[in-house]
């Protein structure tokens, strides 16, 4: 019995050319000659199982079973079985592994390892179902065997493959494992934390992640990457005091001064994110202390990750302040250490582009990289683009990161208008030299800052032009040749500050055709506002909430009598409702006069209930981009505070592109003084919202067609330009 | 044959084998064995085959039977197989209808003009569920049925398969129907009957409009002048679009009618084609052939008139209403031949008359109120009533639906009605099953949508199965007696209507429709797009071919005139041809360059519809018979509008929506003011916008918009109306 069983030595031909039904009448000989011999049974059933005979298994395996003693020969049966799952195994013949581990579960399901073999088995075989996972209570399972010695790797394998299933069988199951881990329980978070966040953040599978992310806790309290993620999630659960609670622990518990700032970074952004403005003033300077000790540092001593938190976080900047100059410094300087960061650490040589010739006769290559071309903001305002793209001319790729191009959106809008378009999940490198192999030759970022898989990919140049474009602020990225603008989205001396090449199209960096518009289901007497009295509707996330601008809409509706302030916007509605009750209160301004408004199912009811509006008040230092384009299509006035900066300028520029002029303050007083005049004349209101409604006919902002053409003579140009200087 | 296990007898001692699943693999390997034993015995083959063939496992059964064919005689082979198979398959036929229906189709492989064997393979995919366009075509039925003679085909049996084909819309079912006609040499008008019924189902119900012109197209060439198939051509082909033959099958029906009921109808047909096309130069002389037709008819009061037909009759007076801005004439026409409908109802109906059952006083309890009609999908009556659904107060009111032609899972219904109603059901066309409904279920108050569009509501309410009959929204008053009130506004019916109409009119305070407003896509035309400056004014009228009265047409080409720079889009369902030689004519004759005309195609869908209503300056309204939601959609996104006010409840629809949002510009009491308001509102920018700004400005609080309150006051009416019927009964 100690010695291991094996297929008997005579058949080492048959076996190696897998001929089992030569082998089942063998052992089938074999029970004639010798029926005392037990693993001839055994060996006949499974030679038979492996033919797919089930039937003719199941009855040699019960006549073997009927005549010895029951206990010993299902140990051995058990051995020949597990043996023969390795050799399969070996051999890669899955699907014959996963058939024997089913038999092996039958006969013992408490075996835990031939469980987790199943698992993974049925994974890699695609054939596992959440539903028959639930149902064999593998829990329970875990919790009641007897041997609980297990190969940590092979639960961490297991647990990799099977953490790609969001859902609360799967996070019970993980939970059930880390006893059985032991004192290596720790390394889970490292197989499991980078999946689990991938789902969360893209899949909508957050509430999953929380939990995962919050189980690693409670192995390692001190798990960075649990900790420096769990802030995040939250967020993006919209638990905005969670989140502010998890940023402040990752900050406490940070040891280094790095760590801290990282910490002090991410607590920034869930306190604006959520609202809680009133404790930003304060961090403000030492966020910037700490940005400039980074800047200041000597190269190397910085980890990577700290380095693209900061060149990432840096984009709160423009939420706190309108100061080009000191804004664009921070950008430009760690984009400049971001980037040589990335071109000593990686392995891909810069620049990845190959030398292109430059005639002319074929069509010029666009490529499009973005993790945004779905239902998001600048999905919806650039289809129009990829609509009027002059294909003849042009040839447009596109390039996914973390994006599906099965994506409903994507398939509708997008799909339809190009020529090419691959999808790299989160691998930013492999994407790189795809643009490189297809030879692009302008490249544009649709992402800018706000991805950070997308600057990796554009820093290692892999198209000659490379653009930003729409997705945000330039990066400050060396790598980005050009950044497209208008006449009014910049003031006139921004060169001075970007270390890219600002384009200005001859009118708008962006024109749309229109917004898809539902039925309103909100009117004035459901908020009982008496239906001549003046509403102004303020519409935006919680980043954007900066007091000192709450403080100037609060002054308005003061001077206007009966007049109401809608206010409405992702963020931790507690929180905004006490900053704006806050400050309404310490300018005596009623609250009675403020209504908070719930979110809306979608962007279509939204924009109609815009209408409920006589005026829109804009935010300020960073406006509403999306938000005044739906505002000035639904024809409601609207007062932008215009200063500096990109992101200052947008509502600018965009009534400029609608011809209206009205609205448009320079400074904080005239804000209060557009405020004011909207809601106390209504022929101004008048002649502003008519003047939106014509300009859906004639104004720039709405000619999609013009627009494109724009873009495409400045891709022709920015070529033309660079073989004038590389050739 | 004696040594041969009979394959019957093995299944039975398969399935003793395992209770829940016979065992063929067994059969299989009993076979194979078989075979071993005796290879030269070819039925073992064919028995294998079947094995494998009830094992699920085809490809192993054709490679058997193939191999058998090779080995023995293949004539002799066949024969053995097939009655092999057709032994199985009619054992199977009771046991596990599926392997029958794949042991025939292998049958057919091997002999496939086997009539018998195609019969059971209809039926059989008929029961599964099975049957298509594509199966019919491989069966091929149709030419094989040519080649056969008739007597060899069971008559009960044959006119089974003939029901399952018809009722499979597709163009072999066509083919196979024509090779049928030899076999109805004794009995035509049964064919007749069958083509004409299932063209009407499968055509207005199911919408197979194609087919069903096929199968009418049918009944012509066996009977040249059939009525039957004559008087649905023209409806048919007005459902697909195609005028022109529309036009032509309606002068063909009207020629065939000798009736003098029928010559009515024939002549209204050929008046809505006429009009649907845009073709309106005929217009004049057919309407007064159809006036003096109707007259007559009135003045026989006969009492044996088809009620079926009558109705139809009540139905098509509704096309004076495009015709002419008469309130008394149009109204007397309506009112008299409901009143010789209501005649000949009680003198022949079947049924009880009136239907409805006395129904005690309750207090407390919610008033059941019932909705009637076949427009609660995407149709116009239902994207505008939808809104009075949703706002329902169902803790007073008990809301049951009762529609025709349709179904409760249409996603409109589902979506917009369902949830806010009690109780829905179909019932197809089955008058007498929706009217008893109405009754057994004590509706107290029926609301009909559809007035006189559709002549089954019509005829349901005639029937009276509810004691309170209300017409709302689907149309005029219908001027049948069972009617207790028609719901109106201060402005859509003038102060003196109730003289000439027959319900009683029933005004709401305010208006008789709101809704919470309109959809509304990305426009997809630009100015540019039709070569138009976007200083230009531009004018729009949109309307079918049907509201395209030529008079209303020259007061447009008059405003066009006087207003340079300006444009006419002209755009809706018509003959294209047609609308565009009726407006270059009349432009011609008003000294207008057609150049200033732009004929717009059609668009998607309503939304994208309305999102380019922004490309205009000025709505030009039609007259006698209004815009309604083109009037609504056109308030909504804010376009002036000029419209001529009538005396007619269609020429004053426009009217009330304006008075309704707080607009009186654009309202126009002659055809002079018409052309007046048309050319003030080209020339003048303030006024324009004035107007625009009132529309806008007008959502926040006209009652036009505000559908709780009008919800309300319709409610209210229906309380008020159930006091009042029970105080006076």
Same mark, same amino acid.
């Given at each position: 019995?100690?010695?291991?069983?094996?297929?008997?030595?005579?058949?080492?031909?048959?076996?190696?050319?897998?001929?089992?039904?030569?082998?089942?009448?063998?052992?089938?000989?074999?029970?004639?000659?010798?029926?005392?011999?037990?693993?001839?049974?055994?060996?006949?059933?499974?030679?038979?199982?492996?033919?797919?005979?089930?039937?003719?298994?199941?009855?040699?395996?019960?006549?073997?079973?009927?005549?010895?003693?029951?206990?010993?020969?299902?140990?051995?049966?058990?051995?020949?079985?597990?043996?023969?799952?390795?050799?399969?195994?070996?051999?890669?013949?899955?699907?014959?592994?996963?058939?024997?581990?089913?038999?092996?579960?039958?006969?013992?399901?408490?075996?835990?390892?031939?469980?987790? $073999?199943?698992?993974?088995?049925?994974?890699?075989?695609?054939?596992?179902?959440?539903?028959?996972?639930?149902?064999?209570?593998?829990?329970?399972?875990?919790?009641?065997?007897?041997?609980?010695?297990?190969?940590?790797?092979?639960?961490?394998?297991?647990?990799?493959?099977?953490?790609?299933?969001?859902?609360?069988?799967?996070?019970?199951?993980?939970?059930?494992?880390?006893?059985?881990?032991?004192?290596?329980?720790?390394?889970?978070?490292?197989?499991?934390?980078?999946?689990?966040?991938?789902?969360?953040?893209?899949?909508?599978?957050?509430?999953?992640?929380?939990?995962?992310?919050?189980?690693?806790?409670?192995?390692?309290?001190?798990?960075?990457?649990?900790?420096?993620?769990?802030?995040?999630?939250?967020?993006?659960?919209? $638990?905005?005091?969670?989140?502010?609670?998890?940023?402040?622990?990752?900050?406490?518990?940070?040891?280094?001064?790095?760590?801290?700032?990282?910490?002090?970074?991410?607590?920034?952004?869930?306190?604006?994110?959520?609202?809680?403005?009133?404790?930003?003033?304060?961090?403000?300077?030492?966020?910037?202390?700490?940005?400039?000790?980074?800047?200041?540092?000597?190269?190397?001593?910085?980890?990577?990750?700290?380095?693209?938190?900061?060149?990432?976080?840096?984009?709160?900047?423009?939420?706190?302040?309108?100061?080009?100059?000191? &804004?664009?410094?921070?950008?430009?300087?760690?984009?400049?250490?971001?980037?040589?960061?990335?071109?000593?650490?990686?392995?891909?040589?810069?620049?990845?582009?190959?030398?292109?010739?430059?005639?002319?006769?074929?069509?010029?290559?666009?490529?499009?990289?973005?993790?945004?071309?779905?239902?998001?903001?600048?999905?919806?305002?650039?289809?129009?683009?990829?609509?009027?793209?002059?294909?003849?001319?042009?040839?447009?790729?596109?390039?996914?990161?973390?994006?599906?191009?099965?994506?409903?959106?994507?398939?509708?809008?997008?799909?339809?208008?190009?020529?090419?378009?691959?999808?790299?999940?989160?691998?930013?490198?492999?994407?790189?030299?795809?643009?490189?192999?297809?030879?692009?030759?302008?490249?544009?970022?649709?992402?800018?800052?706000?991805?950070?898989?997308?600057?990796?990919?554009?820093?290692?140049?892999?198209?000659?032009?490379?653009?930003?474009?729409?997705?945000?602020?330039?990066?400050?990225?060396?790598?980005?040749?050009?950044?497209?603008?208008?006449?009014?989205?910049?003031?006139?001396?921004?060169?001075?500050?970007?270390?890219?090449?600002?384009?200005?199209?001859?009118?708008?960096?962006?024109?749309?055709?229109?917004?898809?518009?539902?039925?309103?289901?909100?009117?004035?007497?459901?908020?009982?506002?008496?239906?001549?009295?003046?509403?102004?509707?303020?519409?935006?996330?919680?980043?954007?909430? &900066?007091?000192?601008?709450?403080?100037?809409?609060?002054?308005?509706?003061?001077?206007?009598?009966?007049?109401?302030?809608?206010?409405?916007?992702?963020?931790?509605?507690?929180?905004?409702?006490?900053?704006?009750?806050?400050?309404?209160?310490?300018?005596?301004?009623?609250? /009675?006069?403020?209504?908070?408004?719930?979110?809306?199912?979608?962007?279509?009811?939204?924009?109609?209930?815009?209408?409920?509006?006589?005026?829109?008040? /804009?935010?300020?230092?960073?406006?509403?981009?999306?938000?005044?384009?739906?505002?000035?299509?639904?024809?409601?006035?609207?007062?932008?505070?215009?200063?500096?900066?990109?992101?200052?300028?947008?509502?600018?520029?965009?009534?400029?592109?609608?011809?209206?002029?009205?609205?448009?303050?320079?400074?904080?007083?005239?804000?209060?003084?557009?405020?004011?005049?909207?809601?106390?004349?209504?022929?101004?209101?008048?002649?502003?919202?008519?003047?939106?409604?014509?300009?859906?006919?004639?104004?720039?902002?709405? &000619?999609?067609?013009?627009?494109?053409?724009?873009?495409?003579?400045?891709?022709?140009?920015?070529?033309?330009?660079?073989?004038?200087?590389?050739? | =044959?004696?040594?041969?296990?009979?394959?019957?007898?093995?299944?039975?001692?398969?399935?003793?084998?395992?209770?829940?699943?016979?065992?063929?693999?067994?059969?299989?390997?009993?076979?194979?064995?078989?075979?071993?034993?005796?290879?030269?015995?070819?039925?073992?083959?064919?028995?294998?085959?079947?094995?494998?063939?009830?094992?699920?496992?085809?490809?192993?059964?054709?490679?058997?039977?193939?191999?058998?064919?090779?080995?023995?005689?293949?004539?002799?082979?066949?024969?053995?197989?097939?009655?092999?198979?057709?032994?199985?398959?009619?054992?199977?036929?009771?046991?596990?209808?599926?392997?029958?229906?794949?042991?025939?189709?292998?049958?057919?492989?091997?002999?496939?003009?086997?009539?018998?064997?195609?019969?059971?393979?209809?039926?059989?995919?008929?029961?599964?569920?099975?049957?298509? !366009?594509?199966?019919?075509?491989?069966?091929?039925?149709?030419?094989?049925?040519?080649?056969?003679?008739?007597?060899?085909?069971?008559?009960?049996?044959?006119?089974?398969?003939?029901?399952?084909?018809?009722?499979?819309?597709?163009?072999?079912?066509?083919?196979?129907?024509?090779?049928?006609?030899?076999?109805?040499?004794?009995?035509?008008?049964?064919?007749?009957?069958?083509?004409?019924?299932?063209?009407?189902?499968?055509?207005?119900?199911?919408?197979?409009?194609?087919?069903?012109?096929?199968?009418?197209?049918?009944?012509?060439?066996?009977?040249?002048?059939?009525?039957?198939?004559?008087?649905?051509?023209?409806?048919?082909?007005?459902?697909?679009?195609?005028?022109?033959?529309?036009?032509?099958?309606?002068?063909?029906?009207?020629?065939?009618?000798?009736?003098?009921?029928?010559?009515?109808?024939?002549?209204?047909?050929?008046?809505?084609?006429?009009?649907?096309?845009?073709?309106?130069?005929?217009?004049?002389?057919?309407?007064?052939?159809?006036?003096?037709?109707?007259?007559?008819?009135?003045?026989?009061?006969?009492?044996?008139?088809?009620?079926?037909?009558?109705?139809?009759?009540?139905?098509?007076?509704?096309?004076?209403?495009?015709?002419?801005?008469?309130?008394?004439?149009?109204?007397?026409?309506?009112?008299?031949?409901?009143?010789?409908?209501?005649?000949?109802?009680?003198?022949?109906?079947?049924?009880?008359?009136?239907?409805?059952?006395?129904?005690?006083?309750?207090?407390?309890?919610?008033?059941?109120?019932?909705?009637?009609?076949?427009?609660?999908?995407?149709?116009? *009556?239902?994207?505008?009533?939808?809104?009075?659904?949703?706002?329902?107060?169902?803790?007073?009111?008990?809301?049951?639906?009762?529609?025709?032609?349709?179904?409760?899972?249409?996603?409109?219904?589902?979506?917009?009605?369902?949830?806010?109603?009690?109780?829905?059901?179909?019932?197809?066309?089955?008058?007498?099953?929706?009217?008893?409904?109405?009754?057994?279920?004590?509706?107290?108050?029926?609301?009909?949508?559809?007035?006189?569009?559709?002549?089954?509501?019509? =005829? *349901?309410?005639?029937?009276?199965?509810?004691?309170?009959? *209300?017409?709302?929204?689907?149309?005029?008053?219908?001027?049948?007696?069972?009617?207790?009130?028609?719901?109106?506004?201060?402005?859509?019916?003038?102060?003196?209507?109730?003289?000439?109409?027959?319900?009683?009119?029933?005004?709401?305070?305010?208006?008789?429709?709101?809704?919470?407003?309109?959809?509304?896509?990305?426009?997809?035309?630009?100015? !540019?797009?039709?070569?138009?400056?976007?200083?230009?004014?531009?004018?729009?009228?949109?309307?079918?071919?049907?509201?395209?009265?030529?008079?209303?047409?020259?007061?447009?080409?008059?405003?066009?005139?006087?207003?340079?720079?300006?444009?006419?889009?002209?755009?809706?369902?018509?003959?294209?041809?047609?609308?565009?030689?009726?407006?270059?004519?009349?432009?011609?004759?008003?000294?207008?360059?057609?150049?200033?005309?732009?004929?717009?195609?059609?668009?998607?869908?309503?939304?994208?519809?309305?999102?380019?209503?922004?490309?205009?300056? *000025?709505?030009?309204?039609?007259?006698?018979?209004?815009?309604?939601?083109?009037?609504?959609?056109?308030?909504?996104?804010?376009?002036?509008?000029?419209?001529?006010?009538?005396?007619?409840?269609?020429?004053?629809?426009?009217?009330?929506?304006?008075?309704?949002?707080?607009?009186?510009?654009?309202?126009?009491?002659?055809?002079?003011?018409?052309?007046?308001?048309?050319?003030?509102?080209?020339?003048?920018?303030?006024?324009?916008?004035?107007?625009?700004?009132?529309?806008?400005?007008?959502?926040?609080?006209?009652?036009?918009?505000?559908?709780?309150?009008?919800?309300?006051?319709?409610?209210?009416?229906?309380?008020?109306?159930?006091?009042?019927?029970?105080?006076?009964?």
């Amino acid at each position: 019995m100690n010695e291991m069983p094996n297929w008997d030595a005579k058949i080492e031909t048959l076996l190696a050319n897998s001929n089992y039904s030569a082998i089942a009448e063998y052992y089938e000989h074999a029970i004639n000659e010798n029926p005392e011999k037990s693993e001839n049974y055994w060996y006949l059933g499974l030679a038979y199982l492996l033919q797919q005979e089930e039937n003719a298994t199941q009855a040699a395996w019960f006549s073997g079973l009927s005549q010895f003693e029951e206990i010993t020969a299902i140990l051995e049966l058990t051995r020949i079985l597990k043996q023969e799952a390795q050799r399969q195994l070996k051999l890669e013949h899955q699907k014959n592994a996963w058939l024997i581990c089913q038999y092996l579960f039958e006969i013992n399901p408490q075996d835990l390892e031939n469980i987790f $073999r199943l698992i993974q088995l049925s994974i890699d075989l695609d054939e596992f179902q959440i539903e028959d996972f639930a149902e064999q209570d593998f829990v329970a399972k875990i919790q009641n065997a007897n041997s609980r010695n297990l190969d940590v790797d092979l639960i961490k394998s297991t647990l990799q493959k099977i953490a790609e299933y969001p859902c609360t069988e799967v996070y019970h199951f993980i939970q059930a494992c880390v006893p059985l881990c032991d004192n290596r329980a720790a390394e889970l978070a490292d197989v499991l934390i980078p999946i689990v966040t991938r789902l969360g953040y893209q899949r909508g599978s957050v509430d999953y992640a929380i939990s995962v992310t919050e189980l690693c806790l409670e192995i390692d309290e001190k798990s960075l990457i649990c900790l420096e993620h769990l802030p995040r999630l939250y967020q993006k659960a919209r $638990r905005y005091t969670d989140a502010i609670a998890a940023a402040e622990r990752f900050m406490n518990g940070a040891e280094s001064g790095l760590l801290k700032f990282v910490g002090h970074s991410m607590l920034l952004n869930m306190l604006m994110g959520a609202g809680l403005w009133q404790r930003v003033p304060a961090m403000m300077p030492v966020q910037k202390q700490l940005l400039q000790e980074l800047i200041q540092a000597k190269p190397g001593d910085i980890p990577l990750l700290v380095v693209q938190c900061a060149f990432s976080y840096a984009t709160l900047l423009a939420y706190a302040q309108d100061d080009l100059a000191e &804004n664009r410094w921070f950008h430009n300087s760690l984009g400049q250490i971001l980037h040589g960061y990335l071109q000593a650490n990686t392995s891909v040589s810069f620049p990845l582009f190959r030398n292109q010739s430059c005639k002319t006769e074929s069509r010029l290559k666009i490529g499009y990289v973005a993790n945004t071309l779905r239902g998001h903001s600048v999905g919806w305002l650039s289809r129009w683009l990829f609509q009027s793209h002059n294909r003849q001319q042009f040839d447009i790729s596109v390039y996914l990161l973390d994006q599906t191009a099965a994506d409903p959106f994507f398939q509708h809008w997008i799909a339809p208008n190009i020529d090419w378009v691959g999808e790299f999940g989160h691998d930013y490198t492999a994407l790189a030299e795809k643009v490189s192999d297809n030879q692009v030759q302008i490249l544009v970022d649709l992402d800018s800052l706000t991805l950070d898989n997308t600057y990796m990919a554009i820093s290692m140049k892999p198209a000659p032009v490379q653009v930003t474009w729409l997705g945000w602020d330039a990066p400050g990225l060396p790598a980005i040749d050009y950044f497209i603008a208008d006449p009014y989205v910049l003031p006139s001396n921004a060169q001075e500050y970007y270390q890219e090449t600002i384009w200005r199209l001859p009118q708008t960096y962006l024109a749309v055709q229109g917004f898809e518009v539902d039925i309103p289901t909100l009117r004035k007497e459901d908020l009982k506002i008496p239906s001549d009295a003046i509403t102004y509707l303020t519409a935006q996330v919680g980043y954007k909430r &900066n007091p000192d601008n709450i403080r100037l809409q609060i002054r308005i509706l003061k001077e206007v009598t009966q007049s109401h302030l809608l206010i409405k916007g992702i963020a931790a509605e507690d929180f905004i409702q006490g900053l704006f009750i806050q400050i309404a209160q310490e300018e005596g301004v009623s609250p /009675d006069r403020l209504h908070f408004l719930p979110q809306v199912p979608n962007e279509y009811i939204h924009r109609a209930n815009l209408r409920i509006a006589d005026v829109v008040l /804009d935010t300020y230092p960073y406006n509403g981009a999306t938000t005044t384009l739906e505002t000035i299509w639904m024809g409601v006035p609207i007062v932008t505070r215009a200063g500096s900066t990109f992101s200052s300028r947008n509502s600018y520029t965009f009534l400029r592109n609608a011809g209206v002029l009205e609205g448009v303050a320079w400074s904080d007083e005239e804000y209060i003084h557009w405020g004011i005049r909207f809601g106390r004349e209504e022929n101004l209101r008048q002649k502003v919202a008519l003047q939106m409604k014509q300009s859906q006919r004639t104004s720039p902002l709405w &000619n999609v067609k013009q627009f494109a053409l724009d873009m495409e003579n400045a891709y022709q140009q920015m070529w033309q330009r660079y073989c004038e200087t590389h050739i | =044959m004696e040594n041969t296990p009979n394959l019957f007898d093995m299944t039975q001692l398969a399935w003793t084998h395992d209770e829940t699943e016979a065992n063929y693999a067994a059969l299989v390997e009993h076979y194979e064995q078989a075979i071993e034993t005796d290879p030269e015995q070819s039925k073992n083959y064919w028995y294998l085959g079947l094995a494998h063939l009830l094992d699920n496992q085809e490809e192993e059964a054709q490679g058997v039977w193939l191999y058998g064919l090779s080995l023995f005689d293949s004539e002799r082979g066949t024969t053995e197989l097939a009655e092999i198979l057709e032994q199985e398959a009619q054992y199977q036929h009771t046991n596990d209808r599926y392997q029958s229906w794949l042991i025939r189709q292998h049958l057919r492989t091997l002999l496939p003009e086997n009539i018998e064997n195609l019969f059971y393979l209809i039926e059989l995919s008929a029961d599964l569920e099975e049957l298509n !366009e594509e199966i019919l075509e491989e069966f091929n039925l149709s030419e094989i049925l040519q080649n056969k003679s008739s007597q060899t085909i069971n008559a009960e049996r044959f006119s089974n398969i003939f029901n399952i084909i018809l009722n499979c819309p597709s163009n072999e079912s066509t083919r196979f129907v024509r090779a049928c006609i030899p076999y109805f040499q004794s009995d035509f008008d049964v064919l007749l009957q069958r083509l004409v019924s299932t063209a009407t189902f499968q055509g207005y119900e199911k919408k197979y409009f194609y087919y069903a012109i096929d199968l009418l197209q049918i009944c012509l060439e066996v009977q040249e002048n059939s009525l039957a198939a004559l008087e649905h051509l023209p409806k048919l082909y007005l459902e697909v679009r195609d005028y022109s033959k529309a036009i032509v099958a309606a002068e063909d029906f009207f020629a065939a009618c000798k009736d003098q009921l029928l010559r009515v109808i024939g002549c209204s047909m050929l008046l809505k084609a006429l009009m649907a096309s845009g073709n309106w130069q005929r217009v004049p002389n057919v309407v007064e052939h159809y006036k003096s037709l109707v007259k007559g008819l009135i003045e026989q009061q006969s009492t044996n008139l088809s009620l079926d037909v009558l109705q139809c009759t009540l139905v098509y007076a509704g096309l004076l209403a495009y015709v002419q801005d008469n309130l008394s004439e149009n109204r007397w026409f309506h009112n008299s031949i409901g009143q010789l409908l209501d005649k000949n109802l009680k003198t022949n109906a079947q049924v009880d008359f009136p239907l409805f059952l006395p129904t005690a006083k309750q207090s407390g309890e919610k008033l059941r109120v019932g909705y009637i009609g076949h427009t609660l999908r995407s149709h116009s *009556v239902g994207w505008l009533s939808r809104w009075l659904f949703k706002h329902h107060d169902r803790k007073q009111l008990d809301i049951s639906v009762y529609l025709f032609n349709q179904t409760t899972d249409d996603p409109f219904f589902q979506n917009w009605i369902a949830p806010h109603v009690d109780w829905a059901g179909g019932f197809g066309n089955d008058i007498p099953a929706l009217a008893e409904k109405i009754r057994d279920d004590r509706v107290q108050v029926l609301v009909d949508l559809d007035s006189i569009t559709l002549d089954y509501t019509s =005829m *349901v309410m005639a029937l009276k199965p509810a004691p309170v009959q *209300v017409t709302w929204l689907g149309w005029d008053a219908s001027g049948v007696d069972s009617i207790d009130y028609f719901m109106a506004d201060p402005y859509v019916l003038p102060d003196n209507a109730q003289e000439y109409y027959s319900e009683k009119i029933w005004r709401l305070p305010q208006t008789y429709l709101a809704v919470e407003g309109f959809e509304v896509d990305v426009p997809t035309l630009r100015r !540019e797009d039709l070569n138009i400056s976007s200083d230009a004014i531009v004018y729009l009228s949109s309307q079918a071919g049907m509201k395209r009265n030529p008079h209303t047409i020259r007061l447009q080409m008059q405003i066009l005139r006087e207003v340079s720079n300006s444009y006419l889009l002209v755009k809706g369902l018509a003959d294209q041809v047609f609308i565009q030689d009726l407006f270059s004519q009349i432009a011609q004759e008003e000294g207008v360059s057609s150049d200033r005309l732009r004929f717009l195609p059609l668009v998607a869908n309503e939304y994208i519809h309305r999102a380019n209503l922004n490309i205009a300056d *000025v709505v030009l309204d039609t007259y006698p018979y209004n815009g309604a939601t083109t009037t609504l959609e056109t308030i909504w996104m804010g376009i002036p509008i000029v419209t001529r006010v009538g005396s007619t409840f269609a020429a004053r629809n426009s009217y009330t929506f304006l008075r309704n949002a707080g607009v009186a510009d654009g309202i126009a009491w002659t055809d002079e003011e018409y052309v007046n308001y048309g050319i003030r509102f080209g020339r003048d920018e303030t006024l324009r916008q004035k107007v625009a700004w009132q529309m806008y400005q007008s959502r926040s609080s006209a009652p036009l918009w505000n559908v709780k309150r009008f919800a309300h006051e319709m409610e209210n009416a229906y309380q008020q109306m159930w006091q009042h019927y029970c105080a006076t009964t």
